[in-house]
């Protein structure tokens, strides 16, 4: 009986977290992070995308007609070519436009909010309006949602996301020797750290540097760019209030500020430089 004990220890002890499927996934994620890299031009920042233009751009207009079939759209021709202009403005000061096929349109709705799908199509909802105020407010949000769009966000979030999808096997796989109490905490502490030290992080950093690239583009298509912390105090106010920023997928609405406010600077240059009749 003390042998046939001995042998279920060491039996235990061999079906514990085994470690070669997590050096596997090391070695594929990172072939799979340095074949798939490019450059934003505006920031310089070095960025996980496995998807070409083409992909994008038909993922974009497909959930483009989806939600353009269940919404309404606004009939009032004024705010709709009020709408464009600002788009048009905004997307010939863009860098690298990779030949988007741009399109512009209000919904009818009490969001207060905008978006732009890969290969340039925005879309404006008519909540926002009073927030944003007037169109240089108008600008600082579709700049920001272009920008989203121009550094192909909405893509490399989805690398991010294989990526996760890929480690959560393989931690799987090395935890299936375990008790499933102990196969639960392994997945759960994974799924955590995943979630609050890589998927969230990425994601308000992706809104950091959509909030930059859309000061520049504001500046340069001769909207003023002080508008921006001005508009996000309004956000503020109607919104209501935040959850924590760690829990978050977008900063809060202080840190946004506190950032416009560090690259207004070069924000107000680029303007005085390319709309000396505004000043």
């Not at 003390?2 to 594929?28: D, N």
């Not at 709709?80 to 349109?105: C, M, N």
């Not at 799924?191 to 930059?212: I, M, N, T, V």
């Amino acid at each position: 009986m003390r042998r046939g004990f001995r042998m279920g220890r060491r039996g235990g002890r061999r079906g514990g977290f085994r470690w070669l499927p997590i050096v596997l996934m090391i070695g594929y994620g990172a072939y799979y992070y340095f074949s798939n890299q490019q450059i934003n031009p505006e920031t310089g920042r070095k960025q996980l995308v496995d998807m070409s233009v083409e992909q994008e751009m038909k993922l974009g207009l497909a959930s483009y007609q989806q939600i353009l079939q269940k919404e309404r759209i606004s009939q009032d021709p004024r705010l709709q070519a009020q709408i464009r202009s600002i788009g048009e403005k905004l997307s010939r000061v863009v860098k690298d436009d990779p030949g988007y096929e741009w399109d512009y349109t209000v919904i009818e709705s009490n969001q207060a909010n905008a978006f732009c799908l890969p290969g340039g199509k925005v879309a404006v909802y008519t909540g926002l309006l009073p927030v944003a105020e007037n169109e240089h407010g108008l600008a600082v949000v579709m700049g920001h949602e272009i920008a989203h769009a121009m550094a192909h966000h909405g893509a490399e979030r989805m690398a991010h996301q294989k990526l996760a999808q890929v480690g959560q096997m393989a931690v799987s796989v090395a935890a299936g020797g375990m008790d499933s109490g102990s196969q639960q905490m392994v997945m759960s502490a994974f799924g955590l750290g995943a979630q609050y030290g890589a998927l969230l992080p990425f994601s308000r950093k992706h809104e950091s540097e959509a909030d930059y690239m859309g000061l520049l583009y504001v500046a340069r298509a001769c909207y003023d760019p002080r508008e921006a912390p001005l508009l996000w105090e309004r956000m503020g106010k109607a919104s209501g209030g935040q959850p924590s920023e760690f829990q978050s997928t977008h900063p809060s609405h202080e840190t946004r500020i506190s950032n416009f406010q560090k690259w207004m600077p070069e924000a107000i240059k680029i303007y005085n430089e390319k709309c000396p009749n505004k000043i």
